[in-house]
T-cell receptor, first 111, second 115 residues
């Protein structure tokens, strides 16, 4: 069956360091992959989309990579700040224009 | 610009009572609309989606139902709530054109507690 895996353990890092979050998937052939940010008690907010034929996408301090051979996406936040603390969700398009979301990984940036 | 509204923000209901959650979208036409539920510490569970007025697809069998009486209005209902219906309910919309991506734009959510 199709499966999306994100690390359930929170990622704790110091301010200024680069945070790297992982999204692994099985039994998918996604056309694209998306990353969202969710703050407690709020709806997710779209951050970045990367297509299957793209290796890397950047937006300000954010960078996403997509390796369809490894079936993995990495999400990087450089020069992290306490305000970056949130849960980050990856989502894959299963081919029906309805994304499937991972459970998310909590990021905590310590000052 | 597009905006999405949900209400109420929080709701406490007794078991067996009815439910009606409303979602409206502004600034776009013919959006795809979605209802998700997020239980504590869990991922987003797609409940219903709609590609047009009166067109509802259900992803999970349950005691909930959805309706789309107008192009930009999406309603989640139940005749009798269960304890297991507690959770954070999110409405979302995406662009209508086939071939476009399904980037989701979420509303603020409704926190439902069933006692």
């Amino acid at each position: 069956s199709q499966k999306i895996e994100q690390n359930s353990e929170a990622l704790n890092i110091q301010e200024g360091k680069t945070a790297t979050l992982t999204c692994n998937y099985t039994n998918y052939s996604p056309a694209y992959l998306q990353w969202y940010r969710q703050d407690p008690g709020r709806g997710p907010v779209f951050l970045l989309l990367i297509r299957e034929n793209e290796k890397e996408k950047r937006k300000e301090r954010l960078k996403v990579t997509f390796d369809t051979t490894l079936k993995q996406s990495l999400f990087h936040i450089t020069a992290s700040q306490p305000a970056d603390s949130a849960t980050y969700l990856c989502a894959l398009d299963g081919g029906s224009y309805i994304p499937t979301f991972g459970r998310g990984t909590s990021l905590i940036v310590h000052p | 610009s597009q905006t999405i509204h949900q209400w109420p923000a929080t709701l406490v209901q007794p078991v067996g009572s009815p439910l009606s959650l409303e979602c409206t979208v502004e600034g776009t036409s013919n959006p795809n609309l979605y209802w998700y539920r997020q239980a504590a510490g869990r991922g987003l569970q797609l409940l219903f989606y709609s590609v047009g007025i009166g067109q509802i697809s259900s992803e999970v069998p349950q005691n909930l139902s959805a309706s789309r009486p107008q192009d930009r209005q999406f309603i989640l209902s139940s005749k009798k709530l269960l304890l297991s219906d507690s959770g954070f309910y999110l409405c979302a919309w995406s662009g209508p054109a086939r071939g476009s991506t399904d980037t989701q734009y979420f509303g603020p959510g409704t926190r439902l507690t069933v006692l």
